[in-house]
């Protein structure tokens, strides 16, 4: 693990640690990653996204950006909140019936669970509509997984387990790049 100490900068941190020399921080939004000039005909074994990709304005474009930056035979793993979590939300602020809400995948604003005067907003994805990304950039899903709440975090952070129990939690995807 590096440890970063979040009262100075944290690129200027990032950049002189020794412990991941290899590692460059490019900072940028995924939506136009072709503009990036470090990523400029460079390809990855491995490209990961956690907790990103509903913000994505276009998401079957930027999926298919990132595997088009994967080399033959690489990985692109992504975890998402569970698309059903959105459906538990909006039929708690808007009464909507689960199976109503979860169809309902334009961008939706709404309060932060964790701070209530923060307002988040993105589009609600369904599973298909990561599953058909994946299948549209010529990714194939090696594996889809959606963990449970360990006793482990149970012990060490009560409230979020009970949010976790209420909303369920992410579904993480593995995807390969074929060769």
Known sequence: MIGIDPSSGFRAQWETNAVCPNLQLIQG??????SLEPLRGKR????????????AHDLRGTVKTLADLLSP????????????RFAVLK?????WRHGFAYQQTQPYRYP???????????????????????????LRVIACEEPPVTDELRALAPEKAEWMDRYVGIILFRTQKEV
């Open 29 to 34: 939004s995924f939506e136009d990653l072709n």
């Open 44 to 55: 990855f074994d491995l490209i990961v996204c956690f907790q990103a990709l509903m913000y």
């Open 73 to 84: 035979g690489g990985a692109f793993v992504f975890s998402v909140p569970h698309p059903f």
């Open 91 to 95: 039929n708690e602020i808007e009464g």
């Open 112 to 138: 932060s669970p964790w701070k209530s005067d923060v307002f988040l907003q993105h589009a609600m994805p369904r599973v298909s509509d990561y599953l058909n990304a994946v299948v549209s950039a010529g």
